[in-house]
């Protein structure tokens, strides 16, 4: 079975330039989740979805930051403008949501370095 | 518990000998916990879980045990091999479906 996939798998750009992260999740998975990993903050969760809809997005860092999930099989994260501080790896995970107690599968995620 | 990347623990063992790694947990309302092995270059694998109900749950190898008294958490690996070389977090379910993370644990296995 296919697990979370992400893609680009590295992504290299220039300070200012709008970036956009993708993953399809787990089929029949209905809770999606974006973390970022630093190795000053470790694992950090951005934002997940129940449904397609957003549920908590507390942990976006600012506006330059937004995610969508416009149907059950896709959804991006998008940075515009880019800063040298979003350089990190960002992960995403499904899972059997919105019902909890349910283990999160993860991508192997999109390592980003702005220069 | 709170995510310190910073400084990550590390623990070496011997081939061929019992791992153990711990986690302390922060939310005593925590009532499910994971454990995820995470490779060079890979995202968080899922290994284990365990609800707050049990105290303890074995898989392949692997055993988790938990002691809510003291919110500690434990991922024992039998026999311990080279490819459990990895950096393991443990992850605790407080609020809905969402996870909040510990900072993780090194671990080497020297052949």
């Known amino acids: 079975d296919a697990g979370v996939i992400q893609s680009p798998r590295h992504e290299v750009t220039e300070m200012g330039q709008e970036v956009t992260l993708r993953c399809k999740p787990i089929?029949?998975?209905?809770?999606l989740f974006w973390y970022r990993q630093t190795m000053m903050r470790g694992l950090e969760l951005l934002i997940y979805f129940n449904n397609n809809v957003p549920i908590d997005d507390s942990g976006m860092p600012e506006d330059r930051f937004s995610a969508k999930m416009p149907n059950a099989s896709f959804s991006t994260l998008k940075i515009q403008p880019s800063e040298p501080r979003d350089s990190a790896v960002y992960f995403c995970a499904s899972s059997l949501g919105p019902r909890v107690n349910q283990p999160q599968h993860f991508g192997d995620g999109t390592r980003l370095s702005i220069l | 518990g709170e995510s310190v990347g910073l400084h990550l623990p590390t623990l070496s063992v011997q081939e061929g000998d019992n791992s153990i790694i711990n986690c302390a947990y922060s939310?005593?309302?925590?009532?499910?916990f994971i454990w995820y092995k995470q490779e060079s270059g890979k995202g968080p694998q899922f290994i284990i879980d365990?609800?707050?109900?049990?105290d303890k749950r074995q898989g392949q190898r692997v055993t988790v045990l938990l002691n809510k008294t003291v919110k500690h958490l434990s991922l024992q690996i039998a026999a311990t091999q080279p490819g459990d070389s990895a950096v393991y977090f443990c992850a605790e379910n407080n609020a809905g479906n969402m996870l909040t993370f510990g900072g993780g644990t090194r671990l080497m296995v020297k052949p």
């Open positions: 939310n005593s309302a925590s009532d499910y």
């Open positions: 365990i609800r707050s109900n049990m």
């Open positions: 089929s029949g998975h209905n809770s």
